[in-house]
């Protein structure tokens, strides 16, 4: 990993901009040059559009024929947004911050009504009765059922709009 990418994980949020220095509509050279080669690339199919990821430490950059369309600042990214989300606050804060907050069913993601090109992974550890698959938390969805230890797990800056 490249020095340079820890410089960007402390860089603001910006809903329906951009995190960590790279914007929406970017294009792969352009991510690169700005903090440089990731840990890892995953690639999608070709057809009918090719789509792409970059991950880095902290970050996730998502491309659709070379171009930015999704960041997510993941854990260890520092940065916030002007409100003070960041990734890892709680429900209870994160309701202090955004108090609208709310699930959207059809794109199944936690978002703020008004406040376009923003998203949100809400999760918990689980309890004693569940056992997680594959990842060490439960997504909230819906409902948040643990309020006490449910926490943002990722911000995503995209440009989707949410309607009225």
């Avoid at 970059?54 to 491309?63: A, P, T, V």
Wanted: charge should be negative; charged fraction near 30%; proline fraction near 7%.
């Amino acid at each position: 990993m490249s020095g340079q990418v820890l410089d960007f994980l402390s860089l603001s949020i910006v809903p329906f901009v951009g995190a960590g220095g790279v914007e929406i509509g970017d294009k792969k050279k352009e991510v690169l040059a700005k903090i440089g080669r990731p840990m890892y690339l995953r690639p999608g199919p070709r057809k009918p559009v090719y789509r792409e990821g970059l991950c880095y430490k902290g970050m996730s950059i998502s491309l659709e024929d070379e171009k930015v369309y999704m960041i997510t600042a993941e854990e260890e990214y520092k940065g916030s947004t002007k409100e003070g989300l960041k990734v890892g606050v709680t429900w209870t804060a994160l309701k202090e911050i955004y108090p609208s907050v709310t699930f959207h069913e059809n794109k199944m993601v936690w978002y703020v009504p008004g406040i376009d090109g923003m998203s949100f992974r809400i999760v918990r550890p689980p309890r004693d009765d569940e056992i997680p698959v594959l990842f060490p938390y439960v997504d909230e969805e819906y409902e948040v059922v643990d309020k006490g230890r449910a926490f943002v797990y990722s911000i995503s800056v995209h440009d989707l709009r949410y309607g009225a």
